[in-house]
């Protein structure tokens, strides 16, 4: 079976703190993708990231990395000196071959406070 | 810009009624999905289609119908809405440079 596990729910931490949110995932497939999106407050879903399974660096994009480990099934995500611009819920997702699905992990909810 | 489309925004329905949410891509991408957002459940898929004419059923289709008679469109149609289907509704699409394209949603509810 295919699923994503975001066992935070909630994080709140102070600004300029770092955090982590953690993403597992499982499926059989041998290709497959992952994703990170943002959702703030304002609903709409926005597009952090996507690798594949056959690579694994990790990825840094200004204040966020992520890092993806196949051996552990993990695709985390890391937020340094976090602002309270960061607020929202994020979203782990799995993709893979059958039908294209795009599979969602229940979502972390950080509150960054100043 | 071409994206996703979703209508209306907000709805509110009474029990029972019918009611349909609208999604439209404009680009030709094959394959549409419909999602729905609860608490602590994130998004769950409801239905997804990969072509026109060809649909499926994802993890929470009780209670919905889809239909896709031209690629561009798939809407999502409550045929008697209960409570229970209060919640907010993703259209999404399968292509684009970033993998998945998502609408703005729908929130729905039903009283």
């Known amino acids: 079976a295919q699923k994503v596990t975001q066992a935070q729910t909630e994080i709140s931490v102070v600004e300029k703190e770092d955090v982590t949110l953690d993403c597992v995932y499982e499926?059989?497939?041998?290709?497959?993708?992952l994703f990170w999106y943002k959702q703030p407050p304002s609903g709409e879903l926005v597009f952090l990231i996507r690798?594949?399974?056959?690579?694994?660096q990790n990825e840094i994009s200004g204040r966020y990395s992520w890092n993806f480990q196949k051996s552990t099934s993990s695709f985390n995500f890391t937020i340094t000196a976090s602002q309270v611009v960061d607020s929202a819920v994020y979203f782990c997702a799995l993709s893979y071959n059958q039908g294209g699905k795009l599979i969602f992990g229940q979502g972390t909810e950080l509150s960054v406070k100043p | 810009d071409a994206g996703i489309t979703q209508s209306p925004r907000y709805k509110i329905t009474e029990t029972g009624r019918q009611v349909t949410l609208m999604c439209h891509q404009t680009?030709?991408?094959?394959?549409m999905f419909w999602y729905r957002q609860d608490l602590g459940h994130g998004l769950r898929l409801i239905y997804y289609?990969?072509?026109?004419?060809?649909?499926d059923k994802g993890e929470v289709p009780d209670g919905y119908v889809v239909s896709r008679s031209k690629t561009e469109n798939f809407p999502l149609t409550l045929e008697s809405a209960t409570r229970s289907q209060t919640s907010v509704y993703f259209c999404?699409?399968?292509?684009?440079?970033?993998?998945?394209?998502f609408g703005s949603g729908t929130r729905l509810t039903v009283v």
């Open positions: 680009w030709s991408h094959s394959y």
């Open positions: 289609s990969a072509a026109a004419d060809i649909t």
């Open positions: 499926t059989r497939d041998t290709t497959y993708y």
């Open positions: 999404a699409s399968r292509g684009g440079q970033n993998g998945y394209t």
């Open positions: 690798r594949n399974s056959f690579d694994e």
